[in-house]
T-cell receptor, first 115, second 112 residues
Framework: GDSVTQMEGPVTLSEEAFLTINCTYTATGYPSLFWYVQYPGEGLQLLLKATKADDKGSNKGFEATYRKETTSFHLEKGSVQVSDSAVYFCALSDLGGGSNYKLTFGKGTLLTVNP | EAQVTQNPRYLITVTGKKLTVTCSQNMNHEYMSWYRQDPGLGLRQIYYSMNVEVTDKGDVPEGYKVSRKEKRNFPLILESPSPNQTSLYFC???????????FGDGTRLSIL
């Protein structure tokens, strides 16, 4: 079945540091890939997405490129801010049994950015 | 404002006492789904619905029921809750296909 593996952290950085959170996946089909972010006490919000190989998703300074050859979708940001402190989830959406476009999530990475 | 609304946000209850968590979306989405989030396990799908009156099991459906009588609502029912159902629950909806899912703010259930 489908699976997502992401570095579990926690990750602690100083403000303006470079961020990388690794994510690799296995899928039976040709999935769409997502990064979701969860701020404390809130639900998940879509951060960025990519739907085909070599697509680059970007939003709020975050980027991730869909690499089919390495089955990876690593999240990067050049200069993190305190407000980026949150849990980040890598996820894929594949056509499961029947017509279930379910999301398969990694376990999440807690990012803490210190001033 | 486009949103997915869950109620209640927090609930502490006892084993065996039936409960319902409501979920409503105002985006006219076809697809709705329930997930539970547990430490170290990420989010796992409980049930999903492709449209009105069409529901099916996800990865962890045991102990849960759902219904989809209207497009906007997708309640999660625990007929006889047990402590292993203590968790953080999220409802999500999307247009379907590979479109991003929109999540509610979550419901934290504690079953004593």
């Amino acid at each position: 079945g489908d699976s997502v593996t992401q570095m579990e952290g926690p990750v602690t950085l100083s403000e303006e540091a470079f961020l990388t959170i690794n994510c690799t996946y296995t899928a039976t089909g040709y999935p769409s890939l997502f990064w979701y972010v969860q701020y404390p006490g809130e639900g998940l919000q879509l951060l960025l997405k990519a739907t085909k190989a070599d697509d680059k998703g970007s939003n709020k300074g975050f980027e991730a490129t869909y690499r089919k050859e390495t089955t990876s979708f690593h999240l990067e940001k050049g200069s993190v801010q305190v407000s980026d402190s949150a849990v980040y989830f890598c996820a894929l959406s594949d056509l499961g049994g029947g017509s279930n476009y379910k999301l398969t999530f990694g376990k999440g990475t807690l990012l803490t950015v210190n001033p | 404002e486009a949103q997915v609304t869950q109620n209640p946000r927090y609930l502490i209850t006892v084993t065996g006492k039936k409960l319902t968590v409501t979920c409503s979306q105002n985006m006219n989405h076809e697809y709705m789904s329930w997930y539970r989030q547990d430490p170290g396990l990420g989010l796992r799908q409980i049930y999903y619905s492709m449209n009105v009156e069409v529901t099916d099991k996800g990865d962890v459906p045991e102990g849960y029921k759902v219904s989809r009588k209207e497009k906007r609502n997708f309640p999660l029912i625990l007929e006889s809750p047990s402590p292993n159902q203590t968790s953080l629950y999220f409802c999500a909806s999307s247009l379907g296909g590979f479109q991003p899912q929109h999540f509610g703010d979550g419901t934290r259930l504690s079953i004593l």
